[in-house]
């Protein structure tokens, strides 16, 4: 695609938000359903623990506890994305012509990432739970990623974490037994965010010509590195230890679980898919991916 190409496709993408868009704001997105109370976070074959001796020993109001405050965690990792993606993006546009097509859909993408978030935290308090505290090395990893980082490596981690958003958030927005708030919020984030992925790739390809063999190397090992963490920020040792589960238990539970290993690696295949098409896998970088389970 030449550029003029890429700026065709931008024009559609914005003219594609105008048409359908939602406002999250609005407290009908949050009202409880009758029969919600016995309803999970989310859908309960995404919980880490899912299937596991210590799943099967639960009773079913203690599986839908975990998987309410499960959920909580992965949307505070969707929260934490998405506002680390606009400080990196936004920085380096801070200069660009607003008049160029990929600035105005950034400029909308950035509008959209910011309902996310209080649409999040929203869905989070609607359903009972409540925010938890991330690991030190991950927050460190998000001052890199606002301050560093460059172009395809940011739109690269982006991805990343739309992607498995995308294929996790398609299941609860169709699971009957996932709680209202959180099923029409998973279908809002997934419709706006087919646009936000279609973006990312276009400008990663964009990015990608004439790009020398050395920085396609460093880039391609650190959207490794970020894929890798934000897949393990979605598992926090204190939501388990706030519902009284013992940390070396859940761990070595959800170590051994065949099933978790399976839907990340579902949940990271359309992204894999797309970096070996566009030559962003490497010996390295293939070594993280089957390190963090997700090839
Ligand atoms: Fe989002
Ligand atoms: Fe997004």
Redesign the pocket.
């Known amino acids: 695609m030449g550029a003029s190409e890429s700026d065709a496709l931008f024009d559609a993408l914005l003219e594609s938000a105008q048409r359908l868009s939602f406002d999250s704001r609005s407290p009908r997105v949050y009202e409880p359903e009758p029969g919600d109370d016995e309803r999970h976070g989310m859908t309960p074959q995404w919980s880490p623990l899912f299937g596991t001796p210590m799943w099967d020993a639960m009773s079913e109001s203690e599986r839908v506890r975990l998987t309410r405050s499960e959920v909580a965690q992965f949307l505070g990792v ?1 929260i934490w994305l ?1 506002v680390g993606l606009q400080v990196a993006l936004l920085r380096a546009s801070h200069s660009a012509n607003p008049a160029r097509p990929d600035v105005k859909f950034l400029f909308n993408e950035c509008a ?2 910011n309902l ?1 978030s209080l649409m999040f935290a929203s869905a989070i308090e609607s359903i009972g739970s409540h925010f938890y505290p991330r690991d030190r090395m991950l927050d460190f990893f998000g001052w890199v990623f606002r301050h560093i980082i460059w172009d395809e490596v940011a739109y690269g981690i982006v991805l990343a974490g739309e992607e498995m958003f995308d294929v996790m958030q398609r299941d609860w927005m169709s699971s009957d037994d996932v709680a209202a708030p959180i099923r029409r919020t998973a279908y809002i ?1 997934v419709i ?2 087919s646009r936000h992925m279609t973006y990312a790739r276009q400008k990663i390809r964009d990015r990608l010509i004439g790009l020398s063999r050395f920085r396609r190397m460093v880039s391609t090992l650190l959207i490794a590195v970020g894929m890798h963490l934000i897949a393990k920020s979605l598992i926090n040792r204190r939501v388990y230890e706030d519902l009284g589960l013992e940390w070396d238990v859940v761990r070595s539970n959800i170590d051994e679980n065949e099933h978790h290993r399976m839907t990340f690696r579902n949940a990271a295949e359309p992204f894999i898919d797309f970096l070996s098409k566009e030559g962003l896998l490497n010996g390295g970088a293939r070594w993280i991916y089957r390190k963090s389970n997700l090839l």
């Open positions: 969707g998405e959209d990432e996310h984030h706006e965010e």
